[in-house]
């Protein structure tokens, strides 16, 4: 088995690859009789190392000359797609919430990861007051520095990373999240849409909002973004369940009123609306908080949770503790996690991405 074979834990090279032991990445290939693969119905010869551009023969799919080996794990017909919610710490300063962001991607990539999920406003924070000359230079233009950095970091590991950020178009400001595919390229831009990301009196000629739910069909299945309130909003949750995503990434920004980081009070009375909002959504869906003080305007408590289409949780990460919480998926998408097999990873296993503070936010 070769090096990069050994890294994505599937030796594929030569074989005949039966209909549900491989992902291959079809949002490459240009015309194609299926825009996204879960497995490759029937069989399909591949002939290079997983991760490489590989020939493909597969019945029912035309005009599709070759495809992208995904970071599946799992031997035999059991597969495994790992992804990671992680939770990055937010300072006043975005160089080294950048560096901080960058560092727990490898960490997720190494453990497996094939999309890595970070908070809204990850860069920076929601850290705007309601002030233009204040907040406009804390969005990031699109593309620009910020997006390079990231799609160079997604073409680096070869996974989709997904952040939320604050984004400057002019003189305006939003609130978005961007998916970014292996190859470095934004295949999904998404703006909040609910206003609670600002103050009510904010002016609407500086402080923005999107106008609809969109989906990315990707190698992992089709993505859609909600921001934070907008998971609460009952027109998107509506539209998310019309267009049936088989990912749903919810990049937050959440505190209590008391900058506290009580999980008892979280679990009793926040979580239990989290999952009533998902089941009506319909879809697996991954939800993810930062970390910071309440000294910058109210920090944030952090947490993770991985939710199955009936809103239960299916893995969660603790509050107040930087990292990145890696959760193995059955890779059709079914919201059940993979029975434990030896040899195998761990179902919804929580692995350490980095180290712990305090923190929260109202």
């Not at 399909?44 to 023969?57: C, D, F, I, K, Y």
């Not at 103050?199 to 934070?228: M, Q």
Request: with cysteine.
């Amino acid at each position: 088995m070769s090096e990069e074979e050994a890294r994505y834990g599937v030796d594929v090279a030569g074989s005949n690859v039966s209909s549900s032991c491989l992902m291959v990445d079809l949002t490459l290939l240009g015309d194609c009789g299926t825009s996204y693969g879960e497995a490759v119905p029937g069989s399909a010869t591949v002939s290079r190392s997983a991760g490489a551009w590989v020939p493909l023969a597969a019945r029912g799919w035309k005009h599709c000359g070759s495809a992208r080996v995904l970071p599946i794990h799992g031997t035999g017909r059991l597969m495994v797609l790992k992804v990671a919610l992680a939770v990055n710490e937010v300072t006043r300063d975005p160089h080294l919430n950048l560096t901080g962001i960058v560092g727990l991607a490898r960490e997720a990539r190494r453990q497996g990861a094939a999309l890595v999920l970070f908070p809204e406003a990850a860069p920076t924070g929601l850290l705007n007051v309601d002030d233009p000359a204040r907040d406009l230079p804390l969005g990031q233009e699109i593309p620009g520095p910020v997006t390079t950095v990231l799609g160079g970091t997604a073409r680096e590991l070869g996974v989709y990373l997904a952040v939320g950020m604050l984004e400057r178009a002019g003189d305006r400001l939003f609130d978005a999240a961007l998916l970014f595919d292996p190859r470095g390229d934004i295949v999904l831009h998404y703006r909040r849409i609910t206003p609670g990301w600002h103050g009510p009196r904010a002016s609407p000629d500086v402080y923005g909002h999107g106008e609809g739910v969109g989906v990315a069909l990707t190698a992992l299945g089709s993505v859609a973004f909600l921001l934070c309130g907008d998971l609460f909003d009952d027109s998107l949750v509506a539209s998310v369940r019309s267009l049936r995503p088989d990912w749903l990434l919810v990049p937050m920004a959440r505190c209590f009123g008391d900058g506290s980081e009580d999980q008892a009070r979280w679990d009793a009375e926040e979580l239990p609306q989290y999952a009533e909002r998902v089941a009506l959504a319909g879809t697996t869906t991954l939800v993810v908080n930062y970390l910071a003080p309440p000294e910058l305007e109210g920090g944030a408590f952090g947490g993770a949770w991985v939710f199955g289409r009936d809103g239960h949780v299916m893995a969660s990460w603790p509050l107040g503790r930087v990292g990145c919480l890696i959760a193995s998926l059955d890779p059709r998408f079914c919201g059940v996690s993979v029975p434990q097999q030896e040899g195998t990873p761990s179902a919804w296993k929580g692995d350490v991405g980095g180290g712990s503070r305090a923190a929260s936010r109202p």
